[in-house]
C-alpha cells in the first residue's frame, strides 16, 4: 500500500470522526423526552465503539438491556457501521483511480 493510500485512507476515517461528532451532538439537547435521549446516548455509544459488551457496561446496563433498547429504538449497528469489505473496495478503487491516471500520463 503505498503512502498515498495510507494518507487517503486515514482522511476518511478522519470524516467520519468528524461526521459522528457532528451528527450526534449529546451537549445540544432539543428534547427533553427521556426516551429520544436515551436514543441518542446509545447511537452515539455504538457509534464510538462497535463492541456492545463495552457499550452495555459504559452505559450501565446488562447486555440483555442494551439489546432490549436497540430493539425498542429500532437501531441496527449494520447501518452504523461500513460492511467489513468497505475499506478494501476503498484501496481497490484508489489503485485502480491511480493506475488509470498513470495510463492517462
Known sequence: MSMQQIETLLNLALEKIRDIK???????????????????????ALKLNSNK???????GISISCLYRKMAKFNI?????FPKPNYYKELIKKIELTEKMDNDNK
Not at 53 to 59: D, N, P, S
Not at 76 to 80: A, G, N, R, S, V
Open 76 to 80: 441496527d449497528t449494520k447501518k452504523l
Open 53 to 59: 459488551e463495552i457499550v452495555a457496561k459504559q452505559l
Open 22 to 44: 457532528k451528527d450526534d451532538n449529546i451537549n445540544e439537547i432539543e428534547t427533553f423526552n427521556l426516551e429520544e435521549i436515551e436514543k441518542k446516548v446509545i447511537l452515539k
